[in-house]
T-cell receptor, first 113, second 114 residues
Framework: GNSVTQMEGPVTLSEEAFLTINCTYTATGYPSLFWYVQYPGEGLQLLLKATKADDKGSNKGFEATYRKETTSFHLEKGSVQVSDSAVYFCALRGNTGGFKTIFGAGTRLFVKA | DVKVTQSSRYLVKRTGEKVFLECVQDMDHENMFWYRQDPGLGLRLIYFSYDVKMKEKGDIPEGYSVSREKKERFSLILESASTNQTSMYLC?????????????FGPGTRLTVL
């Protein structure tokens, strides 16, 4: 079945550092891929998405490229801020088999001033 | 502004009590979901619904039931709460079909069962 694997956290960075959070997936067909973010005390919200191979999703300085050849969707940001401290979830929704979205375990990011 | 609301942010119940968690969305979405979130385990799907009065079991339905009498409202019921149901519960909704439709989440209910 479909699955998502993302790097374990926590990840601790200093402000203005470069961020990469790795995400790989297993799926049949052509899934859509998502990154969600959860700020402290809140629910998840969509950060960015990509719906086909080689698409790049981007939002708030974050980017991720849908790489079908490596089955990956790594999240990157060139210069993190303290306000980026949150938990980041990689997710997959297949185009077969119904409505379920598969979430990774989440990666907690701490950014120090 | 689209919105998913949950009836309580924090809830404390005793073992054996019947617990109702309510979720309402104002986006006319067909699909609604209940997840629980536990440290190190990410989000696990409890139940989902793709239409009024329709429901499907997710990955961990044991000990839970759901009700969807109206399109905008999806309720999660713990028939007899137990301490291992202490968790964060997240409700979400999305449009039907099309794999690129993302989910919209409520703020969560942190449930403690004593």
């Amino acid at each position: 079945g479909n699955s998502v694997t993302q790097m374990e956290g926590p990840v601790t960075l200093s402000e203005e550092a470069f961020l990469t959070i790795n995400c790989t997936y297993t799926a049949t067909g052509y899934p859509s891929l998502f990154w969600y973010v959860q700020y402290p005390g809140e629910g998840l919200q969509l950060l960015l998405k990509a719906t086909k191979a080689d698409d790049k999703g981007s939002n708030k300085g974050f980017e991720a490229t849908y790489r079908k050849e490596t089955t990956s969707f790594h999240l990157e940001k060139g210069s993190v801020q303290v306000s980026d401290s949150a938990v980041y979830f990689c997710a997959l929704r297949g185009n077969t088999g119904g409505f379920k979205t598969i979430f990774g375990a989440g990666t907690r990011l701490f950014v120090k001033a | 502004d689209v919105k998913v609301t949950q009836s309580s942010r924090y809830l404390v119940k005793r073992t054996g009590e019947k617990v109702f968690l309510e979720c309402v969305q104002d986006m006319d979405h067909e699909n609604m979901f209940w997840y629980r979130q536990d440290p190190g385990l990410g989000l696990r799907l409890i139940y989902f619904s793709y239409d009024v009065k329709m429901k499907e079991k997710g990955d961990i339905p044991e000990g839970y039931s759901v009700s969807r009498e109206k399109k905008e409202r999806f309720s999660l019921i713990l028939e007899s709460a137990s301490t291992n149901q202490t968790s964060m519960y997240l409700c979400a909704s999305s449009r039907r079909e099309l794999s690129y439709n993302e989910q919209f989440f409520g703020p969560g209910t942190r449930l403690t069962v004593l």
